[in-house]
């Protein structure tokens, strides 16, 4: 039998396709769809509905495990109904539903174009946002996995932050999952955010400790810069697959609510975008039902604009489509309370450290020798048990404060032990600080 045969096997010209995926169960075929079926006996109510004879069920029970057999059943982020192939594994599998894509219409979307104006300001930042929007319905409508970076909305309670994921999720298909537990490693099973286009973390207050925010920063690599992601649902085997996605970030510009945001390294610099957000109005509208309304109403007008518009040419980037921009005052905002800098700040109150720099220009000495100053010091004793709780912290934020000129020191390796030379513990100055647009 040949290949595309196996899969389109008919139980009777009155019962519709009818596929299975062992543990995942069944799916039946309707109106352009497909409805899962979680048991032997739902799939027996079909055909005894289709009046199949009942000396019938068991052949034909096993010629759809055999014949029909897929080895996922369910929704898949940007994939429509129907069966596909996965490329990691030549298996097939079957989309029960697919994203309601909005059709563009060449139209008004003056209402839209307000609310991001306010929200966003900034005409470089606003296009960057738009530009981030754009390459995800693109990446949607293609039905393509592509890199994309995350995108993170920084401002005020009820500023609009979430009204923006609202329009998001509209113009990419409708489907939305809140993603920080599959994200963080809080939890192993990841299988509610397969079917969504756009996942999202919403003004929630994670872990601030180092290992959670790592975590996080790795989860978005995993979810957006890998070239396909594991999926693991409870009870289910796990499975590669591609969903096409998006990532928002949505937090309060509190600095509880900004620690808990991955450290902006050089590993995930171009993975994130940041963003500033300003109280938007909504003109006369108050009520969440009217608001609704209106965005509705443009939706085929701003999606025409996404649709028959490029991004500026400062803003594309041939991985990603749209490249990661980081707005100057949420970057500065996160090194002010990023666990470095409360580090450079414990190292100007290390008497011995200063007064080496004080009289010979410098100190130079091991990551461990600093460790150890620190911990004798009375004054910052306490705050470096703390702040150095896991191994290897002090070599991490030396690290930081290099790269992110925070501090004039620089590492060597001599006689095959790495040692940090310091001669000031003062940042090095805007305008020597590059910054990415």
Not at 243 to 257: K, L, S
Not at 300 to 311: G, I, K, M, N, Q
Not at 377 to 384: E, F, G, I, L, Q
Not at 403 to 413: I, Q
Request: aromatic share 6%.
């Amino acid at each position: 039998m040949k290949k595309k045969e196996t899969h389109t096997f008919q139980v009777e010209a009155k019962v519709p396709a009818i596929y299975y995926a062992g543990r995942s169960g069944y799916a039946i075929e309707h109106k352009g769809g497909f409805i899962p079926l979680t048991s032997e006996s739902q799939v027996k109510q079909h055909l005894v509905a289709a009046k199949v004879p009942d000396d019938q069920f068991n052949e034909l029970l096993c010629k759809i495990r055999l014949e029909n057999f897929v080895s996922y059943i369910g929704p898949v982020a940007g994939h429509q109904p129907g069966i596909h192939i996965a490329p990691e594994s030549g298996q097939p599998f079957l989309v029960t539903t697919g994203p309601k894509i909005i059709s563009g219409v060449e139209g008004d979307w003056s209402f839209i174009g307000d609310f991001l104006r306010d929200l966003l300001g900034d005409e470089i930042q606003l296009q960057a946002a738009v530009a981030w929007l754009r390459q995800a319905r693109r990446n949607v409508l293609a039905g393509k996995r592509r890199p994309l970076p995350a995108a993170v909305f920084v401002g005020p309670r009820k500023c609009g932050k979430t009204l923006f994921i609202e329009l998001a999720r509209l113009c990419l298909g409708g489907r939305v999952a809140s993603a920080l537990a599959a994200l963080s490693g809080s939890t192993q099973f990841n299988g509610h955010t397969l079917g969504s286009e756009l996942l999202v973390i919403d003004d929630e207050i994670a872990s601030k400790q180092h290992s959670t925010r790592t975590a996080l920063a790795q989860g978005i690599k995993k979810q957006l810069f890998a070239g396909s992601v594991s999926i693991e649902a409870k009870h289910r085997d796990p499975i590669a697959m591609r969903p096409v996605q998006g990532i928002i970030i949505a937090v309060n510009d509190e600095p509880e609510h900004l620690q808990v945001l991955p450290a902006m390294d050089d590993s995930v610099s171009d993975k994130i975008s940041l963003f500033s957000c300003e109280r938007a109005r909504l003109g006369d509208l108050t009520e969440p039902d009217e608001i609704a309304a209106a965005i509705k109403a443009e939706l085929p007008a701003f999606c025409f604009f996404l649709d028959t518009t490029d991004h500026p040419e400062e803003l594309k980037d041939s991985r990603t489509g749209a490249s990661a921009w980081q707005n100057p005052a949420v970057q500065e905002s996160l090194q002010s309370i990023a666990p470095e800098e409360r580090f450079r700040e414990l190292l100007a109150q290390c008497t011995p450290i200063i007064e080496a720099i004080s009289s010979s220009g410098f100190w130079r000495g091991t990551s461990a020798e600093i460790e150890r100053l620190l911990a004798d010091n009375d004054v910052t004793r306490n705050s470096a048990r703390s702040l150095l709780s896991w191994p290897s912290a002090c070599g991490v934020f030396l690290g930081r404060l290099e790269t992110g000129r925070r501090a004039a020191l620089s590492k060597s390796c001599i006689h095959g032990i790495n040692q940090w030379r310091i001669t000031g513990l003062e940042p090095l100055g805007a305008e020597q600080t590059q910054l990415r647009w």
